[in-house]
Every structure is written in C-alpha cells, then in structure tokens.
C-alpha cells in the first residue's frame, strides 16, 4: 500500500542516494578548504598573505592592532587596555583593510584570553602560586605579540598559540 506522497514523487528510496551525494559533496569541498587553510596557517604560526594584497599602509595598521594591546602600560588604563586597544583598532578599521580585519579578531581574541588568565593568576596570588604564573604569563604574553606583529608587518596572519575563539 503506498500513500499520496510515494505516488507523487516517486520511491523515497530513490531520493536518498542523491541527498546524500550532495551533501558528501558540499562535506567534500568544505574538507578540502578546511585542508588548504591547515596546509598554510598552523597555530602559532603565520599565514603570509601575497604583498599585492596588502598595502604597506594596511601591514601597518595590523601592526598596530597587535602593539595596541600595550595599552595596558599606560596609568589610566591598566589590565582591561589590552583588550580595548586592539577593539579600537578593529572596529575602526574592519570595514576597508581585511588584512587589519583579521588580525584585528586574532589579537582580540588573545587579549581576551590572557586578561581572563591574569584574572586567574591575580587570584592565585593570595595563596602564592599566582606570582610565578603571573611573571610567566607577562613574559609569554610580550614575546607572543611582538611576535604576532612582526608578522602582521609582513602581511601575515598570525594565530595566537592557547588563544580562544570569541570574537569571529
């Protein structure tokens, strides 16, 4: 006994297959982006952009959305101008450079993680374990974005090692 729907569009089991195909072929393609995009960004490492791509003014403004984070330095604005120095470049700058664009969410994104990790560490210091994580975290943080905007400098898209995605 068969019902409305197999008299009207045939076998449902002749239907499936193609479903299928399409969908291991949509997987397929998105497979073998993601495998491209593994081939040339591995965490911590840069991914160089070509030159004609990126204006020297644009490197630039990459630059600056890693070194930003240095904003933290300044009296006025301690711990939390790490995270809005590299905001501000971002959402000021997003729109017309791609190259700052990602670099932009890349260093927010660590900036975040490491006021979080700071967080923690200013916790742990009333039990005195947080003061050598904090001296690690400070040294690991420096180093990480010097690093980061050298290779911003380059045209490069640097990802952060430990870093969480939250801002995409």
Not at 26 to 49: F, I, K, M, P, Y
Not at 115 to 135: E, K, R, S, T
Request: proline letters at 5%.
């Amino acid at each position: 006994m068969t019902n409305e729907h197999d008299k009207n569009n045939g076998n449902y089991a002749n239907h499936e297959p193609a479903a299928s195909q399409n969908s291991e072929q949509n997987s397929g393609e998105q497979e073998n982006a993601q495998r491209t995009h593994d081939e040339n960004v591995v965490d911590g490492e840069a991914e160089v952009l070509s030159s004609k791509v990126a204006s020297p003014e644009e490197k630039n403004w990459a630059m600056i959305s890693h070194i930003a984070s240095f904003a933290a330095l300044i009296p006025l604005i301690p711990l939390i101008g790490m995270v809005l120095g590299p905001l501000f470049v971002w959402l000021f700058k997003k729109e017309e450079m791609p190259l700052v664009a990602q670099n932009g969410v890349e260093a927010l994104n660590f900036n975040i993680t490491m006021f979080i990790a700071y967080c923690v560490a200013f916790v742990l210091c009333f039990i005195l374990i947080g003061i050598p994580i904090l001296f690690g975290l400070i040294i690991f943080h420096f180093i990480v974005t010097i690093l980061a905007a050298i290779k911003a400098s380059e045209g490069g898209v640097y990802e952060y090692p430990f870093s969480m995605k939250l801002v995409k």
